[in-house]
């Protein structure tokens, strides 16, 4: 089991494709909804990232990385809340949360 | 590296590419939860158990349910041309891009970066004390962030009178 050269390069490794699968999931789908929803997994990513780090780095027990990590989850939820409710006020004033078809400022 | 990390990294990435790939939304929600099971386990096996716990409590309590909330309010029905968009060459090949980039970068620079392999020996009152002493100013942001989510999300999404348009 030595296909990473560290414990550190595996979960650095995860993050970065999950980084990558929430990029083409806000780039490449067409429901606002499911953009958002790319959007929350590139935040897990860097919290992975963050966790990871903090775990392997030095000094753990400053707990820089895994506070960081905490408020991070805080502000995507928050994000994610108010991304969710213009969404619904969206498909409320244009009918369709299709977002080839919501390519206008004016409604 | 055991073989715990890499049942939970596929899990994660399984449910991370199936909410890319479904067709229904409601699918594509019950899938992206998955991937945030998984992610709060690989935090629990990085030895995070409060950000492991807080990623269950958050994500797959209060997230997913905000995310199959608004899915039944917008009622929103399979498109006829599909669930891509017409760009949807340009993006993969954005995110492919992104992905060789970062993927590079790690494997290039894993030799430096000093390591250590000992558990930290963290309990929850050491996370409390520094929640309320080092960490006081964040959050007391955070908690001014999410008030002001929260009347800000009701506000947006709140029913427009007739004519206040």
């Given amino acids: 089991m030595t296909a990473f050269p560290s414990p550190l390069a595996g979960y650095l490794l995860v993050a970065a494709l999950l980084f990558a699968i929430g990029l083409a999931g806000a780039l490449v789908r067409r429901n606002a909804i499911l953009v958002l929803i790319g959007i929350e997994l590139m935040l897990n990513a860097a919290n992975l990232n963050l966790i990871a780090f903090w775990r392997y780095g030095p000094n753990p027990q400053l707990l820089t990385g895994l506070m960081f990590a905490i408020f991070s989850i805080a502000v995507a939820a928050a994000e994610a809340a108010v991304g969710l409710g213009l969404v619904i006020s969206i498909y409320r004033h244009a009918h369709t949360t299709d977002l080839d078809h919501i390519s206008r400022m004016k409604g | ?165």
């Fill in chain 2, 1 to 165: 590296m055991t073989i715990v990390f890499y049942l939970l990294a596929a899990l994660t990435l399984a449910g991370a590419l199936a909410a890319f790939l479904l067709r229904h939304l409601i699918h594509a929600a019950l899938a992206v939860t998955v991937s945030f099971a998984g992610l709060a386990l690989l935090f629990l096996s990085l030895d995070a158990q409060f950000a492991g716990f807080a990623q269950i409590l958050i994500y797959i309590g209060a997230v997913a349910i905000l995310v199959v909330f608004a899915i039944l309010l917008t009622r929103a029905d399979i498109p006829k041309e599909g669930v891509f968009s017409r760009s949807w060459l340009v993006g993969l090949i954005i995110a492919a891009g992104v992905f060789a980039v970062l993927g590079w970068a790690v494997l290039e620079s894993i030799g430096g970066i000093p390591q250590q392999n000992l558990a930290p020996a963290i309990s929850v009152h050491d996370i409390g004390s520094a929640l309320v002493g080092r960490y006081v100013l964040p959050l007391e942001i955070v908690a001014l962030l999410l008030t002001s989510a929260t009347i800000g999300a009701v506000i947006v999404a709140m029913h427009e009178r007739e004519g206040g348009k």
